[in-house]
């Protein structure tokens, strides 16, 4: 009989219990953030490339069949996925799912094909904010349909070419704003110089990504001057890329060491890497967990990142304006630590795949967590943490902050824990494989 507790296909997954320390090496699948960049610099580069261990997930599989209705030629058939450049021309649709990346970063570069492309979106996906784009495409030429929404859904009427110019925009809602129009604009006729204006804008790193990839495409950008962004008209050359591990989805795995006294490797954790996951080497030894990059792993050949979890988890007070896709993780891992904690610097976290700080709030808040929801933040008290139902909104973070509680408190049931799906193919398999609850795929290491 299959144990109907481990199948992720239920609609409320009882969490496994770490009921002692776990130890255990990882390897993770690629970075959404990266594969997506990849992605789409690799439909407008010159010529062919490889985005070697992509990684496949909704938000990547939207993507690159996304740039196939557009006209490239994308095989997703292995683990290197290859991209052949084509016309890009509609009429197209493309289906954003609940991807804030494929929303904003194709509609810059739809503007390049000749014909309508049109972009919808789950139902949610109609409330997160892309009317600065919209508005910003305007201004540097291009044709957009939105019937004044702002919003999905929305028609990209592209002519082949696209003036390009200053712009200026207020991108305090979302980095990818910015992401977005720079990753196109070096096809541009002029470029594009984006200006910002407005509250801060947030996740840096993200921006940082997307500029360290076009500079190793052959493209020229100027970031000198805060708050503005200047893409130099030219050539995308094509390149090869090898995509890191998702460092953000490396928070539940390394926020079970944290949590369990244990000891947890992520192998392939990059030196040097511009993903906003490795904030958690920070965040992590502040919550009083050792951290060290290992160049040996304890099990045998290769390198990684090594997180020993403390006999007391501590909370803390931290700014997550710049990495607040690991808001829901640190949250969970907050609601379990011994003393107070205030995250900080994350307003903007209320537009992504659902208000999170509002659910954290109210499901943390469901178990027993005492959390105090602010503007921009939230503020959590040690309280005794009682077992329930954990809804996760269609969202995948969501999902991890409940798996994350679930491990350190019984009785936690996560609702539509497969919506994981959206970066991280069959989570619920490999977190069970993890804590010792069949079925699961093998890891690599299990101590
Ligand atoms: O450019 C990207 O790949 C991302 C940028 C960030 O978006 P926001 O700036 O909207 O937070 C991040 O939260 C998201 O998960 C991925
Ligand atoms: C905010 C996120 O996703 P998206 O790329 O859809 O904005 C996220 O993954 O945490």
Known sequence: ?????????????????????????????????????????????????????????????????????????????????????????????????????????????????????????????????????????????????????????????????????????????????????????????????????????????????????????????DDSSPNRWAVAPGPVRAVDHLIEPDLSNAAPFLALAALSGGTVTVRDWPRETTQAGDALREILTLMGCEVAHVDVLDAGSGSGLRVTGPERLQGIDYDLHDVGELAPAVTALCALAEGPSHLRGIAHIRHHETDRLAALATELGGLGAHVVEHPDGLSLTPAPLHGGVFHTYADHRMAHAGVIVGAGVDGVLVEDVATTAKTFPDFAGFWAGLLGRTPGPPLDEQG
């Open 1 to 221: 009989m299959p144990d109907p507790a481990a199948d992720p296909r239920a609609d409320h997954w009882p969490a496994p219990r770490a009921t002692s320390p776990v130890s255990a090496v990882v390897s993770l699948p690629g970075s959404k953030s990266l594969t997506n960049r990849a992605l789409v610099l690799a439909a407008i580069a010159d010529g062919p490339s490889v985005v070697r261990r992509a990684l496949r997930s909704r938000d990547t599989t939207l993507m690159a069949q996304s740039l196939s209705a557009m006209g490239a030629e994308v095989d997703t058939s292995g683990d290197d996925w290859r991209v052949v450049p084509g016309d890009l021309r509609g009429p197209a649709h493309v289906d954003c799912g609940l991807a804030g990346t494929v929303m904003r970063f194709v509609p810059p570069m739809a503007a390049l094909a000749h014909g309508d492309i049109a972009f919808d979106g789950d139902a949610h996906m109609r409330n997160r904010p892309v009317g600065e784009v919209l508005r910003a495409l305007r201004g540097l030429g291009v044709d957009v349909d939105d019937a004044g929404r702002g919003a999905l859904p929305f028609t990209v009427r592209g002519t082949g070419s696209v003036p390009g110019g200053t712009v200026v925009l207020d991108a305090s809602a979302s980095s990818q704003f910015v992401s977005a129009l720079l990753l196109a604009g070096a096809r541009y006729e002029r470029g594009v110089d984006v200006r910002h204006d407005g509250k801060p804008v947030p996740s840096q790193p993200h921006i940082d990504m997307t500029i360290a990839m076009l500079r190793t495409h052959g493209v020229e950008v």
